[in-house]
Antibody, heavy 124, light 106 residues
Framework: QVQLQESGPGLVKPSETLSLTCTVS????????WNWIRQPPGKGLEWIGS???????NYNPSLKSRVTMSLDTSKKEFSLKMSSVTAADTAVYYC??????????????????WGQGTLVTVSS | DIQMTQSPSSLSASVGDRITITCRTS??????LNWYQQKPGKAPKFLIF???SLQSGVPSRFSGGGSGTDFTLTITSLQPEDFATYYC?????????FGQGTKVEI
């Protein structure tokens, strides 16, 4: 059974770069989209971006200028970097798999499974 | 971006009740609509895909319907473990977007 686990600092200073890594265990990296989704305290879910097994990325336009995702297939890890963070970036960050394991576009796919989430607080 | 609007934002119900949550999209998305359940302090759990297909292991008291721009999630005979927040999500086009959530309270 596939499991995802986020790791990274829980506290980041304003204007600095947030860096998180997600480790995938129990399943293949191939033919899936690997996503980051965040949730500010007490609020809803926001899709940040995805990376395919080929390394192709797709970012939310609202965050695109500050976000970079990468994938290390040998380590079965993917990462998120978000620059110039502010208090508005304080959230629980989830890493999430998308797709059904078949080579296909992401239309019609779903987010499952999710990592447990990691709270990142932006504060000096 | 496709905007998602859920209603109501919250509702109070009792064990055994039947409830319906509505999700409306800003443009037609055919049946590319998913539903998730989230309990406090936990990651969302995937429930329904393609508007009406239950994920494996999801109880049959959950059902989804709709197409185009209007969708529903119905829970018949509400159980204690169903009290949670529910989110719809469109899988038609990126950026993938979610509704604001519906909190189901006792």
């Amino acid at each position: 059974q596939v499991q995802l686990q986020e790791s990274g600092p829980g506290l980041v200073k304003p204007s600095e770069t947030l860096s998180l890594t997600c480790t995938v265990s129990g399943g293949s990296i191939n033919y899936y989209y690997w996503n980051w989704i965040r949730q500010p305290p007490g609020k809803g879910l926001e899709w940040i971006g995805s990376i395919y097994d080929s390394g192709t990325t797709n970012y939310n336009p609202s965050l695109k200028s500050r976000v970079t995702m990468s994938l290390d297939t040998s380590k079965k890890e993917f990462s998120l970097k978000m620059s110039s963070v502010t208090a508005a970036d304080t959230a629980v960050y989830y890493c999430v798999r998308q797709g059904d394991g078949l080579p296909a576009a992401p239309r019609g796919s779903w987010f499952d499974p999710w990592g447990q989430g990691t709270l990142v607080t932006v504060s000096s | 971006d496709i905007q998602m609007t859920q209603s109501p934002s919250s509702l109070s119900a009792s064990v055994g009740d039947r409830i319906t949550i509505t999700c409306r999209t800003s443009q037609s998305i055919s049946s590319y609509l998913n539903w998730y359940q989230q309990k406090p302090g936990k990651a969302p759990k995937f429930l329904i895909f393609s508007a009406s297909s239950l994920q494996s292991g999801v109880p049959s008291r959950f059902s989804g319907g709709g197409s185009g721009t209007d969708f529903t999630l119905t829970i018949t005979s509400l159980q204690p473990e169903d009290f949670a927040t529910y989110y719809c999500q469109q899988s038609y086009s990126a950026p993938w977007t979610f509704g604001q959530g519906t909190k189901v309270e006792i």
